[in-house]
C-alpha cells in the first residue's frame, strides 16, 4: 500500500505536466471513414457511392462505371482506366465519393490519409480531392498527378486564386502515403498541411471554408489536364488504409 501511494506521488506530477490542448485533442478525435472502408465492397459502398456527386463524366475524356471500381484484394481499392477508343469519351474509368460530407467546424479540423499507388503517365489523372458540395469553391487537391511525373497538392479560394505546389513522385510502382491536416485559423479560413510519406510538404491557407461541406472524391480521370494522348491500354489507380478523423470540438 505504502509503495503504491509513492508510486502514484510519483507519477502524479508527470500527469498534472502533460498540457491541457495536447489531452484535449486527443479526447475529441473520432474516426469519421475507418481503415477497414475497402476491405469488401460492401464496406466500400457503406462509405461511398459510385462516379462523382453530379453524374459519371467531369473535365477529361473518361466515363465512369461502378465496374471500374473494385476492391479486386481486400484492403484495397482498385480504379481502373480502360481505353475503349469510344469518339466521345475515349476511357472507362473508375470514381467513387464519400456518402457524408465533412466539414472544419470552428475550432476543429479534419484529418485525410491513404496510400496510393497512382499512375503519372502522360494522359493519366488520378486525384484525391475535397470538393465544396454547395458550392464551388471549396476545393483541395490533397493529391493530384497530372501526366508530368510529379504530385500536386492545390487550394482554391476562387477559380483564379490558387495555392498550387508540384513535387517530384519518386517510384510511382511503389505505394506512397498523402496526408493532409485541415485546421480552423480564425473561424473563416483554414490552414491545410500536406505530407507526402510522413514529411511535411507545404502549408495553403484557403478563405472561407470553415462550416462549407466537402465531399471527399478519389477519381481516375484521363486526359484533360494530364495531356494526351493517353495509353491504350488499362491503367490501374490502387488506394488503401484511407482514414477519415475528424478533430472538430
Ligand atoms: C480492367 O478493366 C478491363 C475492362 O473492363 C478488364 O478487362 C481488366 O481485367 C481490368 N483489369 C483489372 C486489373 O482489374
Ligand atoms: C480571418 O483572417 C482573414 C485573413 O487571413 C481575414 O480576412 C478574415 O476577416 C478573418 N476572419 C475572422 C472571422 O476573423
Ligand atoms: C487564399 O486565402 C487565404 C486566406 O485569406 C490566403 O492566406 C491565401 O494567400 C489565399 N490564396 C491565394 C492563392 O491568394
Known sequence: MQSSLL?????????????????????RASTLIPTSCFD???????????NYPWGDTHNGAAIMSSANAVISTAGTLTLNATYTGASDYAYDSGTVYSKQTFTVEASGGLDFSADFIAPVATGTWPAFWLDGANSWPPEIDIAEW?????????TFNTSSEVEALNVDYPSPTEFHTVKAELRDENGSDISVK???DGDLITTQYA?????????????????GSSGSPGPTGTTLYEIKNLEVVSQNP
Open 194 to 196: 500536406f505530407y507526402l
Open 146 to 154: 497530372k501526366g508530368t511525373g510529379d504530385i500536386s497538392f492545390n
Open 207 to 223: 478563405s472561407g471554408f470553415t462550416g462549407q461541406p466537402l465531399y471527399l472524391i478519389i477519381d481516375l480521370q484521363m486526359e
Open 40 to 50: 469488401s465492397t460492401s464496406s466500400l459502398t457503406e462509405y461511398f457511392e459510385y
Open 7 to 27: 508510486l502514484l506521488a510519483a507519477l502524479s506530477p508527470l500527469v498534472l505536466a502533460l498540457p491541457e490542448a495536447k489531452t484535449g485533442i486527443a479526447k
